[in-house]
């Protein structure tokens, strides 16, 4: 597509309850960055993916998060058990790979509330 | 560790005046820096970056960013500023030389351009 796709653009789900957020990065973009924006704040960066592998994920906040690739396109980002602090806006980014200084391409994000 | 600070959490100026958005960073070896743009409810925007040479960066929208690297700042700048030019503004420094840009950002300042 012509840019960073994510859905759903915004999801309100109950305490405990599980969700998936998507992201379609840019075609032939291999690097995926998944951020997370809480409202006020800075983004807070979550995982990378180059290809269908996470070498870095660093930034997953616990063992709720996980974050899967396939087919180096699109990326599925699971909370399992959400709570009120997993509120946010989850950003998705893409950009080609080898980098050389490049910028990133966001998504519009994917607003969860959870109750 | 890599970091950048916003020290300004609102800047308020005249349409028509000069602005400037502050940052700063912290990096070990070279900084690769950059500046986003976030108008509401939508994802970033990039906006320019500092790789090397000249310290006067030119972006898009009529913004530029000046590079000091005595005093680790990298100050966002416009000459004369627009209504449309409010939004939030995200200062950020790559985060690793492993060759991928997961990017360290700011808390972000909200620019707003009064008529």
């Known amino acids: 597509g012509a840019g960073v796709s994510q859905s759903p653009s915004n999801k309100v789900t109950e305490k405990g309850k599980d969700v998936e957020l998507r992201c379609d990065p840019i075609?032939?973009?291999?690097?995926l960055y998944w951020y997370r924006q809480r409202l006020g704040q800075g983004l807070e960066f979550l995982i990378y993916?180059?290809?269908?592998?996470?070498?870095?994920k660093s930034g997953l906040p616990s063992d709720r998060f996980s974050a899967e690739r396939t087919g180096e396109s699109v990326s599925t980002l699971t909370i399992q058990r959400t709570q009120q602090e997993d509120s946010a806006v989850y950003l998705c980014?893409?950009?080609?790979?080898?980098?050389?200084?490049?910028?990133?391409?966001f998504g519009e994000g994917s607003r969860l509330t959870v109750l | 560790a890599q970091s950048v600070a916003q020290p300004e959490d609102q800047v308020n100026v005249a349409e028509g005046n000069p602005l400037t958005v502050k940052c700063t960073y912290s990096?070990?070896?070279?900084?690769?820096l950059f500046w986003y743009v976030q108008y509401p409810n939508r994802g970033l925007q990039f906006l320019l970056k500092?790789?090397?040479?000249?310290?006067l960066v030119k972006g898009s929208y009529g913004f530029e960013a000046e590079f000091n690297k005595s005093q680790t700042s990298f100050h966002l700048k416009k000459p004369s500023a627009l209504v449309s030019d409010s939004a939030l503004y995200f200062c950020?420094?790559?985060?690793?030389?492993?060759?991928?840009?997961?990017?360290?950002f700011g808390a972000g300042t909200r620019l707003a351009v009064h008529p």
């Open positions: 500092y790789i090397t040479g000249d310290n």
């Open positions: 950020a420094v790559r985060g690793t030389s492993g060759g991928y840009n997961k990017l360290i």
């Open positions: 990096v070990s070896g070279n900084p690769y």
């Open positions: 075609s032939g973009h291999t690097a």
């Open positions: 980014a893409s950009s080609p790979w080898p980098t050389s200084t490049g910028e990133l391409f």
């Open positions: 993916f180059q290809g269908n592998s996470a070498p870095d």
